[in-house]
């Protein structure tokens, strides 16, 4: 599975975007929540769940990190004594970006990034066989070809996605952001970003478009693939078994699209590596992290940036 994956989270709160007749319809559509051919069984629950936690820490502030997963299934316990205690000291707790954008803005900021201008459609950039791969997909999505046209190949390739691993039965409304984000509000923390959501957009929307493509028909043509190993990356994040995370949702992206991977995960640490040294140097106390867990693994991974900036780094679950 790639880090189609990972970004999945973003897209999964788009209510619908630009006008009637070229949008798409609403991401969230509950056509959607379908008996899927591949449907979610779920992971065995351990006896006591371990999802990866770390530190970040110099002299007077700890930065924990939990890395998350944006869609969960209902069965899954996953909060631990480590991460309530990390979330109970947290004087401020950082999420990649708004949890919760209100819906107009997003579908604006959607409709710009990431819908083509009538009367060009998805389907004259690409070649035949492209084409037929995109709606072969579309058709095992249960989405509509028509609500693909509209589509920019980087906002298809997401949509694909995201419409098959609804189907399965994992919720984005259980993900780890949507739970501590809530938490982190009834309890009066104070909330922050790491990017805007334009940021995030565009780490795909600013892809040059033949990048975007070779995104989109990658993703297409291992959809099934990828669908399928959705039961052992809820497994194996809540193990915290990070080597296998590490290539279930980041190494084969490096390896085949490093373009993708470059903009996604190695440009978007660095930054959000700067911002949190920044916070630890002028704050002190405790603050919690949550990001997608394909951003704490793997060689050019957020924490490999902290240490780098002088931070020590150890991890605690």
């Known amino acids: 599975m790639n880090l189609r994956t990972l970004f999945l989270g973003l897209l999964l709160t788009l209510t619908g975007c630009g006008n009637e007749r070229e949008s798409p319809p609403a991401l969230q559509d509950d056509t959607l929540q379908v008996i899927s051919a591949f449907p979610y069984a779920g992971p065995p629950q351990a006896s006591s769940p371990q999802p990866a936690l770390w530190t970040a820490s110099d002299a007077d502030t700890t930065v924990y990190l939990f890395g998350s997963l944006h869609v969960l299934p209902e069965s899954l316990e996953w909060s631990s004594p480590?991460?309530?205690?990390a979330l109970d000291k947290a004087n401020a707790v950082y999420f990649e970006t708004d949890v919760d954008p209100p819906p107009a803005s997003l579908s604006t900021l959607v409709s710009r990034l990431g819908l083509l201008t009538p009367p060009e459609r998805l389907s004259d950039h690409l070649s035949a066989d492209e084409r037929k791969s995109v709606a072969r997909a579309a058709g095992e999505a249960a989405m509509s070809m028509y609500a693909l046209e509209a589509m920019r190949p980087w906002l298809a390739a997401v949509s694909i996605s995201q419409a098959m691993i609804e189907r399965t039965g994992l919720r984005s409304d259980l993900g780890v952001e949507r739970v501590l984000h809530a938490r982190a509000r009834a309890s009066g923390k104070d909330i922050r970003r790491l990017e805007s959501l334009e940021e995030q957009l565009r780490a795909l929307s600013d892809l040059p478009e033949r990048v975007?493509?070779?995104?989109?028909i990658d993703g297409v043509s291992r959809l099934e693939a990828e669908t399928a190993l959705l039961d052992e990356l809820v497994e194996t994040w809540s193990r915290g078994e990070t080597d296998r995370i590490a290539d279930i949702m980041v190494e084969s992206e490096a390896r085949d699209?490093?373009?993708?991977?470059?903009?996604?995960i190695t440009a978007r640490n660095i930054r959000w590596a700067?911002?949190?040294k920044a916070a630890a140097d002028t704050e002190t106390g405790a603050i919690l992290v949550v990001v997608g867990a394909g951003h704490l693994v793997g060689e050019d991974s957020l924490l490999s940036d902290?240490?780098?900036r002088g931070l020590a780094i150890k991890r605690i679950q």
């Open 257 to 264: 699209i490093p373009e993708v991977h470059q903009s996604l």
């Open 82 to 85: 480590k991460l309530e205690t």
């Open 212 to 216: 975007q493509i070779r995104f989109l």
């Open 274 to 276: 700067d911002r949190l």
């Open 306 to 308: 902290l240490e780098t």
